[in-house]
């Protein structure tokens, strides 16, 4: 294992304030949206209705994203974080900078 887990952390940290940013921002925009609703025609109530579940499906992206992190925090702590979960080889630096919460190695990813 060669991977530097403060380095991990910190790219984990750093996406993982990201993620929550973007959140913050994009629960405002929903309730912009509802606002709206009242006071326009049907057609652009149609477009607020596909933002919406643009925005929610974008929303459980991101959750989905802030559970993978948790996990890799787990697996810090577990001294397992870097090691693909299929066949144990370790995940290229590379790979883990692009996103630090992956658990598994480019092979066993697709
Ligand atoms: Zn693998």
Redesign the pocket.
């Known amino acids: 294992m060669n991977i530097d887990l403060d380095i991990a952390r910190q790219r984990l940290t750093q996406r993982k304030e990201e993620l929550v940013s973007l959140s913050d921002i994009s629960s405002e925009a929903r309730d912009t949206v509802a606002l709206d609703q009242q006071s326009v025609g049907r057609l652009s109530r149609m477009d607020a209705m596909q933002q919406q579940a643009m925005a929610a499906a974008t929303e459980r992206s991101r959750n989905a994203e802030l559970q993978r992190i948790a996990a890799a925090f787990a697996r810090i702590d577990a001294d397992e974080y870097g090691d693909?979960e299929?066949?144990g080889?370790q995940i290229p630096d590379a790979r883990l900078a692009i996103d630090p919460s992956v658990s598994?190695?480019i092979?066993?990813a697709k």
């Open positions: 693909c299929r066949c080889e598994t190695c092979g066993c």
